[in-house]
């Protein structure tokens, strides 16, 4: 009964102090100007993870004079995981041979067939083994700006070095919509933008690109519309990667790009190498074009998965939906090795054809 009492007590003590609007406050709500209700981006909250130590570790002044980035082959075991034997082996020949930087979980390296889990640990895993000799840059994008915040904090945590982030793809949205994406994740650290209207269905503009600039960890642009794009940013100050194999050589030598983020450097290192440090050589890029429109020929990685296995430095095994070139195709790529030179290419296995029954697809991993 006691406890009754003090309820209704609480309760009565509760009613009188609710508000009461007089006549004026009415007239004031009448009278006031409507104004339009504005969006508003919360304050980024970061983990308590990403230390001081790791976030300022690496500068986005440090990611801007990188010419030569591999997007990395991510190997796989006959059962569909991570094969990191050949992973490191393959890093291993980058840096041999003069990548500056590694891209991490990328279209090529098939983050999209990862779960995060394994996209973290794979770039932690590089970190670790390879953070003292490369530059370790993360693809932490996604079309949800929430998954991108939270793999940009891990991967941030396990210390790589910079991110790449894509624009939202398929759900896409509005230019002011891309500003308040990318302005979510840049904070966190030393960031590449990633531009490939090809994959995402979006262009994203300079303009764009100009208000993300303000940020000082924007280290620079992965460009895929073409070396007149690059032109733009380059004469503008900004830095710019190449992210066409085929027009790269004259985006570094006549178009003002840094250098490349490339497929084909793991093939070639040493060949792309020498066509972003040692100046003109029309050459060279006429010799290595046969190759990379060979690549090229079917979506990314497919080409460069297949050639890798019939190098030997990769078991034959796809993740679904890849599958690899057709008998032809192998050949033709068996010739071409042979034009370029076996000892320009990666591995020191005779190259092979392959039979059809050699590949393994793996449709559950």
Not at 48 to 60: L, N
Not at 131 to 140: D, R
Not at 306 to 329: C, D, I, S
Request: glycine letters at 8%; a neutral charge.
């Amino acid at each position: 009964m006691t406890t009754l009492k003090s309820c209704s007590v609480c309760l009565r003590d509760s009613a009188l102090q609710l508000p009461r609007h007089n006549s004026g406050d009415s007239y004031k709500r009448r009278t006031a100007k409507w104004r339009a209700p504005q969006a508003a981006v919360l304050p980024n909250f970061h983990l308590p993870m990403r230390s001081f130590e790791v976030k300022h570790r690496t500068s986005a002044e440090d990611i801007k004079s990188l010419r030569l980035i591999t997007a990395i082959k991510t190997p796989y075991l006959p059962d569909g995981r991570f094969d990191l034997e050949a992973y490191d082996a393959l890093v291993n020949m980058q840096i041999t041979n003069g990548a500056e930087a590694v891209i991490v979980g990328g279209t090529t390296g098939e983050g999209q067939l990862m779960s995060w889990d394994e996209h973290i640990m794979l770039i932690g895993h590089t970190v670790n083994c390879f953070g003292g000799s490369i530059k370790v840059i993360g693809n932490t994008g996604s079309n949800s700006t929430r998954e991108a915040i939270h793999a940009s904090e891990q991967g941030f945590a396990v210390g790589m070095h910079a991110a790449l982030h894509i624009n939202p793809y398929y759900g896409k949205t509005s230019l002011d919509g891309l500003i308040a994406h990318f302005n979510s994740v840049i904070s966190m650290g030393p960031t590449i933008i990633y531009n490939v209207p090809s994959r995402t269905g979006q262009d994203i503009p300079p303009g764009v690109i100009h208000r993300v600039a303000k940020s000082a960890n924007l280290a620079g642009i992965k460009e895929c519309v073409g070396n007149d794009r690059i032109e733009e940013y380059a004469d503008k100050g900004m830095v710019v990667w190449s992210g066409n194999d085929d027009q790269c050589h004259d985006a570094r030598w006549s178009h003002g790009a840094t250098g490349v983020i490339s497929v084909t450097s793991n093939l070639i290192p040493g060949l792309m190498r020498e066509i972003m440090f040692r100046g003109k050589n029309p050459s060279l890029n006429s010799k290595i074009l046969p190759l990379v429109n060979w690549l090229f020929q079917e979506p990314n990685p497919i080409g460069l998965n297949t050639a890798l296995a019939q190098l030997g430095v990769v078991r034959p095994v796809f993740r679904l939906p890849y599958v690899p070139l057709p008998l032809e195709k192998r050949l033709e790529f068996v010739d071409l090795v042979k034009e370029i030179g076996r000892e320009n290419f990666v591995g020191d296995r005779d190259v092979k054809v392959l039979d059809d029954d050699d590949f393994i697809l793996v449709g559950r991993y």
